[in-house]
Every structure is written in structure tokens, then in C-alpha cells.
């Protein structure tokens, strides 16, 4: 059901000069910056009556009007499913999303989502841009994630993502034995033969930065710790493929199971039987949208990484310089 929104605001000193959505999100803190110049496009925001652009700049003194309808911004259903919650109060949630989850309806995927299932947890996230959504994890991708559960804290998660404050770190294990960590900058974009997929671009795309460090190494494989400043669609996948460490398991970046010569029978199955990519959101840090503290949380290990890792340790030790494999 749409609810009616009428506010004022006047432009002061040290916004003047500013461009209209920018003064408009300093004014209307409680909407996203997008939903904002939706509104100045239309109509519904105005300055001294006057219908603007969003580049516009404003002047000390000028008033501006806001007369919106707040519509349900999903028409999605709630659905019964079980969510594994982390962390929950008036602001966010924080929550263990399994692997196999997808986490928006879409084409193919209406129901069963995870947007269903918070929508069936706390109904008024219905009013909230997708469902109070506000970063994604891949279907096969398994952790944390935060849910906005009011307008503020949405557009409040929304700017620290875009300022690179959100704090995500991943466990995940790759195809090959690296000597040490590092960092990869490039850009990534719709890959220009597979639409279905992302690739590193030399021209266009978007800046993507990750780093990783060695948690533990094996002969033929490593068990990585990786940190995002970016957040690109299948960042992780496509930088570590990009390397040419592919995230064992992963379909659309890794190819074929790589078996090691002479690999015993329980590493065969379980590197050819993997069932999604080796990848765990294990730790979210955030300045709490309400409260402006920081918080922290982290999740352990699922069981099939955890078996993984079992797997790789006694099968596939990183051999002593003394020692043949």
C-alpha cells in the first residue's frame, strides 16, 4: 500500500552551491540518493516550486518541497524459509545465507528466494528497495549478508558501500598452490562473447580491487582469505580465474576438475563431486546505520568446506623439500 510523504527543507550556508540530489540527500536523509533524483525527475521534489534537474545547483535560502507517494517498491510474497539469523534490531539484520539460496526473485527463480523469506520475517520490507537488499551473495556463494529493515539504515548502508567502508572478508580455496598473497586491480565488466558471465576488460568495465592472503597451502591447491574494496558482480571468482587460481568447483570460471597426478580416490571425488564454488562470506563489519558504532561478525565454515579442507589436508599435503608427493 503507498503511503503519503510531504516534507520541506531549507538549503543552508554550507549547501549552497550543491547540487540538488546532493543537498536533497543531506535534507531527506532517510531516502537513497537514487529514489531521490527519481523524485526531482518527476516532479515530486521541487525547489521554490520549481520542477529542476538533479544537477541543478541550489542556493542558500531556497525551500525544497517533497510530495511523493511511497509505493511498495516489491510485489514479491513472503515465504516460509528458514533464515539463520546472526544479528537482528529495529535497523538491520544480519544473517547465514546457505549456499544454493538465490538471493532475488527473477526469471526461473519467483519463489524459494531469500528476499521471500525476509519478506516473510518482517513484511514492511516490502516498502524498502528490493526488499531491503542492499549488497548480494552468488546463489552457490554461502555467509553473511545485511538486510535494511527502514528507509535510513537502506540509504545509509547503500553511501558506506559506495565509500568502500563495508568490511567483507571470504574464505575461499583455488585450484593450484600459491606462493603469497597480493592484490588484483582490474576492471570488470559483461564479458563480450558470454553475457551470462563477468571477465576482466583491458578497455571499460568497472574498477574492482581484491586482496588475498595464504591461510593455508597444499601441493596442489590453497585455502585463501580474501579481502573486497569493491563489490563487483562474481568479483572474487573472476580476479582469482584471472590469476589462474579458479575457485575449485566453480562452474562458470574454473573449467573441469584439475586432478593431481597420482591423487587418491577421496581427493578425485570430492574435487570432480564439489557441488558449487569454494567460497564463504565468513566476516561483515559496518557502522551501524542507528547507533554509528561499528560492529563486526563472523560465521564458521560450512560443513561441505570444512569437509573440503579435511580432504585437501590429508590427501593433498604440501610436500617437505625432502619428501616427494
Known amino acids: 500500500m503507498a503511503s503519503k510523504i510531504q516534507e ?7 549547501q549552497h552551491g550543491l547540487r540538488l540530489d546532493q543537498a536533497a540527500a543531506e535534507l531527506f536523509p532517510d531516502f537513497s540518493r537514487s529514489r531521490l533524483q527519481t ?7 521541487r ?9 541543478d545547483r541550489v542556493t542558500e535560502g ?15 510474497k513472503g515465504e516460509d524459509i528458514a533464515l539463520d539469523l546472526v544479528f537482528e534490531d529495529e535497523s538491520i539484520i544480519v544473517l547465514n545465507k546457505p549456499a544454493g539460496l538465490v538471493v532475488h526473485p527473477a526469471a526461473g527463480h519467483q519463489q524459494g528466494t531469500l528476499v521471500n523469506a525476509v519478506l516473510n520475517h518482517a513484511p514492511d520490507l516490502s516498502q524498502l528497495p528490493r526488499g531491503g ?19 535510513q539504515a537502506h540509504s545509509h548502508l ?21 606462493t603469497g598473497g597480493g592484490r588484483v586491480e582490474a576492471n570488470i565488466g559483461r564479458h563480450p562473447r558470454d553475457r551470462k558471465k563477468q571477465a576482466v576488460l583491458a578497455v571499460g568495465g568497472k574498477p574492482a580491487i581484491t586482496h588475498y592472503r595464504v591461510a593455508q597451502r597444499f601441493a596442489h591447491h590453497t585455502h585463501i582469505t580474501v579481502n573486497l574494496e569493491t563489490g563487483r558482480t562474481h568479483q572474487i571468482r573472476v580476479h582469482m580465474a584471472h590469476l589462474h587460481y579458479p ?14 597426478k597420482g591423487a587418491a580416490q577421496p581427493l578425485i571425488e570430492i574435487l570432480q563431486r564439489f557441488p558449487r564454488q569454494a567460497l564463504h562470506a565468513r566476516a561483515l563489519g559496518l557502522i551501524h546505520p542507528q547507533s554509528k ?23 593433498d599435503r604440501e610436500a617437505r623439500p625432502d619428501e616427494a608427493y
Not at 8 to 14: Q, Y
Not at 47 to 55: E, I, N, S, T
Not at 66 to 76: G, I, K, M, S
Open 8 to 14: 520541506e527543507g531549507i538549503i543552508l550556508p554550507d
Open 39 to 45: 523524485w526531482i525527475r518527476g516532479g515530486a521534489l
Open 47 to 55: 525547489v521554490d516550486g520549481q520542477q529542476l534537474r538533479p544537477r
Open 62 to 76: 531556497s525551500i525544497l518541497s517533497l510530495n511523493a507517494e511511497l509505493e511498495d517498491e516489491v510485489a514479491w
Open 133 to 151: 537488499i542492499v549488497h548480494r551473495l552468488d546463489k552457490d556463494t554461502s555467509g553473511l549478508m545485511v538486510v535494511a529493515k527502514t528507509l
Open 158 to 178: 547503500v553511501d558506506q558501500l559506495q565509500e568502500r567502508t563495508v568490511k567483507r572478508e571470504y574464505a575461499a580455496v583455488c585450484v593450484g598452490a600459491m
Open 247 to 260: 575457485l575449485i568447483g566453480d562452474p562458470a570460471y574454473g573449467g573441469r576438475p584439475r586432478l593431481p
Open 293 to 315: 558504532e561499528p560492529m563486526q561478525w563472523e560465521v564458521p565454515l560450512p560443513a561441505d568446506l570444512l569437509q573440503l579442507l579435511e580432504v585437501l589436508t590429508t590427501y
